[in-house]
């Protein structure tokens, strides 16, 4: 049996199980204090039998190896966060072999597994909520360097006509400061759930996103991209205009005509749905 664990930037999830058929405990809690949501997550884990530990969270996450940082959150836009250890006290508490990820790496992988991705060696897991996270899977293991990317901090092309300075802490109008759940309420004065569907915001943020996705096409060319989150979940309606405005981008060019008229099918909403996320740490803790 594994234990998961997803730290989100709003909610966490602790899970015991081994997959999408066989889940035999779920906990969530909200994202407050680092203190307050650890212990909480603890409390869940202290009463459960498992074998190993998968943690998937939101970042960035310093996953430098054989360093005291290791597993720790860097810094961060979520308030009080940055610096908390999260690999190094969870392994301590339970002895237990213990993985840690980004929550969209995690996604990916079970995508991968379980979800709309499986056979798949290339494909990408998108998260737009209270941040933008992107976790790609290239030749089967996670896309990496000296750090974990953070293409949710791109900066793009923006719409014309759309000056709006953006929100994120760190760079202003990246694609998490443009069409991220604060962003959005930031530039619009109106709670995200709130926004009504023909705001002209929504047209802006279609934009973004394909800009965002157009990048990552050209990079990558992966074989799906699941387009999963607290947003794209509630405005189902943005998917069709984005695959528009990002055919429209790619332009005809190369093999990317070919990929442009595939959108129905290489650009969706995850297999896996919300679940994603959670079984994202099962994912992670089975290769603990």
């Known amino acids: 049996m594994i234990a998961g664990l997803e730290l989100g930037g709003t909610k966490c999830v602790a899970l015991l199980g081994e997959g999408p058929n066989r889940i035999v405990e779920r906990v969530g809690v909200p994202t407050t204090t680092p203190e307050e949501t650890i212990g909480a997550l603890e409390a869940a884990l202290d009463g459960w039998a498992f074998e190993a530990l998968g943690i998937a969270s939101f970042g960035p996450i310093d996953l430098t190896p054989d360093t005291a940082a290791y597993g720790s959150i860097a810094g961060t836009t979520k308030p009080g966060w940055s610096g908390t250890a999260l690999h190094a006290r969870f392994a301590a508490r339970y002895g237990k072999p213990t993985r840690i990820e980004t929550d969209v790496v995690g996604a990916a992988l079970a995508e991968g597994q379980w979800g709309a991705a499986q056979g798949m060696s290339d494909h990408i897991y998108i998260t737009i909520g209270t941040g933008v996270g992107i976790g790609a899977v290239v030749g089967g293991k996670p896309a990496g360097g000296v750090a974990h990317g953070e293409a949710g901090h791109m900066r793009l092309k923006r719409a014309t006509g759309d000056d709006f300075a953006g929100w994120c802490h760190f760079h202003g109008d990246c694609v998490e400061g443009l069409v991220s759940g604060p962003a959005l309420a930031l530039r619009t004065g109106i709670k995200g759930a709130d926004i009504p569907g023909d705001h002209p915001v929504w047209d802006h943020a279609a934009h973004d996103i394909a800009m965002l996705l157009h990048n990552l096409v050209v990079t990558l060319a992966p074989e799906r991209i699941a387009l999963g989150g607290g947003i794209p979940t ?25 990929y442009a008229s595939e959108l129905d099918t290489r650009l969706g909403p995850p297999g896996l749905g919300d679940m994603a996320g959670p079984l994202g740490a099962i994912a992670v803790g089975m290769a603990a």
């Open 234 to 258: 509630a405005r189902p309606e943005l998917l069709p205009l984005i695959r528009v405005k990002l055919a429209e981008s790619l332009a005809g060019y190369g093999m990317f005509g070919r």
